[in-house]
């Protein structure tokens, strides 16, 4: 008996340190080496890289118009108003995907599939775009950013959901911080090689050029969707090893939960919104701007461009933490949306170097993403997050699906000094909208505000406050006063008297079964 409870207390440990599997699982050979085991730090590790490099592809082909956008509108004779059109129509798709995406990888395709499925979707829609370049058809280039849209949102959240599977309790915000840095990497691999490999290849014609360039795209989704397959595999084996069900998103959308949204959340879209149509659009038109006014080289352009998704690399992994640590959510917001505004006034109305003006809207720009979209589950309860975030990204969309459109219309019409004036209106109306929001926080006795510290105080108190509510009816009959019958009934038994049972345990009066024993 000792001998099977030294091993029983050994295999605890083991599951509690992480030094075997979950659930006591122990494994010999290989299986069990640190570096195949799926409950082992250097196992997880490993699939950590595949999981950042899931969603590489995506992100360097999002913004392969923006590193070629004169290349294009030259040799696809389009003015930008039709260019936008590329980025619009990628984020059209997601208006819809945004909401449902969650439904469909927990429920129709599962998360393993749904991620294959969703990186396949992305390939395709590359391979379109740039064929369509090489047959030299704009038509054909814009359906394959529509088909490259439907595919974008949904794998970010299938990665998203493999981090969580994998990290959670351990360490997910690194697991986060990664996941997005890799992504930047993309971006900005994206903004400083794109127009090289168009000057160093030759074809007869420009068009072939264009097309060859998109297609080193497609090399790196096939490398994201070999990455897929890889997770696909390893996840099936830790969970046969760890007996764990499939991964789910957590995202459950429940559309009759929109009408008990408070007016809080709804400012919190309107946020969202003003203030990213100022940066995507803006980043999709930059190259040619700071070329126009500047006079930069096109090498440097692109540099400048790229300096948002640079300095993100590692300040939203910063900014994360710093504001895990201080709280002061509304705080943040509001110094994120004056920098971002004082860094387009500086672009629009001085000719200081663009490159103080870019390095402070990267850093705005991560400190917005770390202290905004935190705050939604602040507001809603935890069974509505699913509806609430899909319902974000899905009225993000919509915007930067207008606005972009809007933004190619204001260059061609007005030029860029208007276009910035547009965008310095929309961080305005964002800027506004954070004091009504301050306001109706302040007024209800919100939390969005507090320190870390207050915050942690304000919740142990409503947990407290939570705990203390009768939860069944045994809890309330605890706190009910007695009736008279039920004194009368404890007095009986007292002397020895059965109880009569002539009430119903709430006070409500039953006929006597026994109607002798009280006389």
């Given at each position: 008996m000792s001998v099977q409870a030294d091993l029983d207390g050994k295999k605890e440990t083991q599951r509690l340190t992480g030094d075997a599997g979950q659930d006591g699982a122990d494994f010999c050979g290989?299986?069990?080496?640190?570096?195949?085991?799926?409950?082992?730090?250097p196992h997880r590790y490993i699939m950590l890289v595949f999981m950042c490099f899931l969603s590489f592809g995506s992100?360097?082909?999002?913004?392969?118009?923006?590193?070629?956008?004169?290349?294009?509108?030259?040799?696809?004779?389009?003015?930008?108003?039709?260019?936008?059109?590329?980025?619009?129509?990628?984020?059209?798709?997601?208006?819809?995907?945004?909401?449902?995406?969650?439904?469909?990888?927990?429920?129709?395709?599962?998360?393993?599939?749904?991620?294959?499925?969703?990186?396949?979707?992305?390939?395709?829609?590359?391979?379109?775009?740039?064929?369509?370049?090489?047959?030299n058809s704009y038509l054909v280039m814009e359906i394959g950013r529509f088909v490259f849209g439907l595919g974008g949102e949904n794998l970010a959240v299938a990665q998203n959901t493999y981090a969580v599977s994998w990290f959670k309790g351990r360490e997910l915000n690194m697991a986060f911080g990664l996941q997005l840095s890799f992504a930047r990497m993309g971006s900005t691999v994206n903004m400083l090689t794109l127009e090289k490999t168009y000057d160093a290849v030759h074809f007869e014609h420009d068009y072939q050029r264009l097309?060859?360039?998109?297609?080193?795209?497609?090399?790196?989704?096939?490398?994201?969707?070999?990455?897929?397959?890889?997770?696909?595999?390893?996840?099936?084996?830790?969970?046969?090893?760890?007996?764990?069900?499939?991964?789910?998103?957590?995202?459950?959308?429940?559309?009759?939960?929109?009408?008990?949204?408070?007016?809080?959340?709804?400012?919190?879209?309107?946020?969202?919104?003003?203030?990213?149509?100022?940066?995507?659009?803006?980043?999709?038109?930059?190259?040619?701007?700071?070329?126009?006014?500047?006079?930069?080289?096109?090498?440097?352009?692109?540099?400048?461009?790229?300096?948002?998704?640079?300095?993100?690399?590692?300040?939203?992994?910063?900014?994360?933490?710093?504001?895990?640590?201080?709280?002061?959510?509304?705080?943040?917001?509001a110094v994120s949306i004056l920098g971002t505004l004082f860094a387009h006034a500086m672009l629009a109305f001085t000719w200081i170097s663009p490159y103080a003006a870019m390095t402070l809207l990267g850093i705005m720009y991560s400190l917005l993403a770390c202290a905004l979209w935190p705050m939604v589950a602040l507001v809603v309860p935890e069974h509505q997050l699913g509806t609430a975030y899909g319902l974000m990204q899905a009225i993000q969309n919509l915007g930067l699906a207008i606005i972009s459109m809007i933004a190619g219309l204001i260059v061609d019409n007005k030029g860029y000094l208007v276009l910035e004036v547009f965008f310095c209106a929309n961080l305005c109306l964002a800027l506004f909208c954070l004091v009504i929001l301050y306001l109706v926080n302040d007024s209800k006795g919100g939390h969005l505000n507090l320190s870390a510290k207050q915050r942690a105080l304000f919740e142990a108190e409503n947990a407290e406050t939570d705990d203390d509510v009768p939860s069944s009816p045994d809890d309330m009959r605890r706190i009910t006063p007695r009736t008279a019958s039920e004194l009368r009934d404890r007095y009986l038994s007292s002397v020895g008297v059965p109880p009569t049972h002539n009430h119903d345990g709430l006070g409500r009066l039953l006929p006597l079964s026994c109607p002798h024993q009280l006389k």
């Open positions: 290989h299986g069990g080496s640190a570096l195949c085991h799926p409950a082992r730090a992100y360097f082909c999002y913004d392969n118009p923006a590193a070629l956008q004169s290349t294009i509108q030259r040799i696809m004779k389009v003015d930008t108003e039709q260019f936008e059109l590329l980025y619009s129509l990628y984020s059209w798709p997601n208006v819809v995907l945004s909401v449902f995406g969650g439904f469909l990888l927990d429920r129709v395709f599962g998360i393993r599939w749904g991620a294959v499925l969703f990186a396949g979707i992305i390939l395709i829609g590359q391979i379109i775009f740039a064929l369509g370049a090489q047959v097309g060859f360039s998109l297609f080193t795209g497609v090399l790196y989704c096939i490398f994201s969707m070999v990455c897929a397959f890889v997770l696909l595999y390893f996840d099936k084996r830790r969970s046969r090893m760890l007996n764990l069900d499939a991964a789910e998103t957590g995202e459950v959308v429940r559309l009759r939960d929109i009408k008990d949204f408070p007016l809080s959340l709804w400012l919190i879209f309107v946020i969202c919104v003003a203030y990213y149509v100022a940066i995507f659009p803006f980043i999709s038109l930059g190259t040619v701007f700071f070329i126009d006014k500047y006079n930069l080289t096109s090498t440097n352009a692109h540099f400048v461009n790229s300096l948002v998704y640079l300095i993100s690399l590692g300040a939203s992994f910063v900014f994360g933490i710093m504001v895990d640590k201080t709280g002061l959510n509304l705080l943040w917001v």
